[in-house]
């Protein structure tokens, strides 16, 4: 009787994204292994003092070698149960030659091994050097280096990440391939922190995609931290570029579930945009580092194979095998969801829900298997009001003509229903503080910088609006800035209010009229939600006047909002 085939794995798609700590390492330091060899200076600790060690640095073989490993060398107690262990393979002599018996009292016994090329990484002294002979130190020839004298500590996609979590990772059992054991995974580049600044033929590519990749430039393909001086954020019109990433990739049918790969502090932005926009019934995952790949207490390696495990699990499907949970963000083995989720500080376990009401949906085990202890009633990704196959193909936006605001057609998705990047709407936040206004005098005048902001939105921008961050828990402003919010909403700019900093309650939809109230949202999340409303029901209309509306001008108004409301009610 023939075996059973085992059943196919699971397949997850695996989508890197921007500044991401998670696909972040160290930099590669020529070791003095190499040093010593080419007569260079020894790197040596902070007080002078001789190193006790190399970092070692996941590396190919070239060709086999065999090696000699000294028996009961794993742990300190082996040699306490010798009596359970086999003899070993053989012994090396003081002169260190290899026989199968003892030649003498000192001989060493080990066993004896050959390392070949096809059995993947191994962690190895770091043996390169600078084109001039010089030793690498940092990421760059030297501090501030421009870019092309700098080599690049970002991976391009996750695939590298996953090969060295699988060859070091070790599991609860002692055992490694804690992630293809369980899943095969595909790599789609959507906004990544590291790029092929020479480009890079199709054959090479280990993500998904077709043909070659031609040169990448810096701060337009590809968005990394690090070196410092280097930094660069993604624009508005990537956020289209990766929704629709991630979006083909979802309903191809091939995925079991998906994993976003962000930067600490602007995964849960992401995650709570795909949340909105992604038409899918699988779950989505967020997850980021604190700490970079390969450093000590590095918590990202952890949350990728939890976040594989959640996937497998199925804890987040309802009876028909769709997702009820909704994007999450998987932290430190605790689920968030993407709505609530933020991050507090700068540590393993720095995540913290926000809203006051819930947020931490379940565990990742330890002990005991994954589990969910709560569901949200907001919207989520297949059921949301915004999501990408909701969204219109255009809608109206507003803009300036000389004196006089008009009404023009914005172009929301392409005929094959991609999220086009001239649509992604301008929103801005603005925070009230207690002692900011200039004088009392509740002039809109005094708020230039909202003002300049209102006229550069109607020539520019025609889908834009603002965030208003006021007080606990009304989202009050002072009387200046109402005032200058009121004349953008009467230009047919859409306001949102929400309290300060982590608010703990919703707002009140009646009392602050021609605004939406942004119910327990922090400003960042519901920045991204009027964005999204932005592009399901076009700006406001505006007034002939926005200083002096018509009572009909102002009951048109509040008709609009009050659809927006409406998704901020359940979002």
Known sequence: MADRQPPSKPKIAIFSGPTATIQNTEPLV????????????????????????????????????????????????????????????????SSGVFHKE????????????????????????YMARQADGQPWETDGIKPSAPPELCRQPFFPNASRLLEEIDRLGIGDDGVPNLLSS??????????????????LPEAERTDVGEGDIPPETLGEDFFPYRPGHLRREPSMAILARLTNVVQRALVSGQYAGAIWLEGSPFVEETSYWLNLLIDTTLPIVG?????????????????????????ISRIWADENG???????????????????????????????????????????????????????VKRYTYTSAVNLSRLPQSVEGTRCDGAR??????????????????????????????YLPEDGSGDPAAEVDILARIEKNLREAPLSGFVAEGSAPFGSMSNSVDAALKRATLSGIPIVRVG???????????????????????????????????????????ASDPKKPTPAELQAVESKLAEYQAVFDTH
């Open 322 to 376: 769709r997702d009820c949970i909704g994007a999450v963000v998987i932290q430190d083995e605790q689920i968030f969801t993407a709505r609530e989720v933020q991050k507090g500080d700068a540590r393993p376990g720095g995540y913290v829900a926000t809203g006051g009401h819930g947020g931490i949906v379940g565990t990742m085990g330890q002990p005991g298997p994954p589990a969910l202890t709560f569901k949200t």
């Open 500 to 542: 300060r900093g982590n608010a703990e309650g919703p707002m009140d939809p009646k009392r602050n009229p021609l605004s939406i109230a942004g119910s327990n949202l922090t400003a960042t999340k519901a920045r991204l939600l009027l964005m999204a409303c932005l592009m399901k029901f076009g700006s406001l209309p505006a």
């Open 182 to 199: 369980k899943a095969t995974f595909d790599f789609y580049r959507a906004a990544p922190s590291g790029g092929y600044r020479r480009g």
């Open 102 to 125: 003892r030649q003498g009292p000192k001989d060493i016994p080990v066993y004896e091994v050959t390392l070949r090329p096809e059995d993947g990484l191994y962690p190895l002294p």
């Open 30 to 93: 020529t070791s003095n292994k190499a040093r010593e060899k080419y007569g260079l200076p020894l790197r040596r600790n902070s007080d002078g003092s001789a190193m006790r060690f190399d970092a070692l640095r996941l590396q190919r073989l070239a060709a086999p070698v065999t090696v000699y490993i000294e028996q009961f060398s794993a742990h300190p107690l082996e040699r306490d149960a010798a009596e359970l262990y086999a003899p070993p393979d053989g012994y090396l002599d």
């Open 287 to 311: 997850n980021a580092s604190q700490r970079a790949h390969g450093a000590l207490s590095n918590d990202g390696d952890r949350n990728i194979v939890d976040s594989v495990d959640y996937i």
């Open 405 to 434: 605001i008009m009404r023009v057609s914005v172009r929301i998705k392409d005929e094959r229903g991609h999220l086009l990047p001239p649509a992604i709407p301008k929103v801005t936040i603005v925070k009230h503080a207690r």
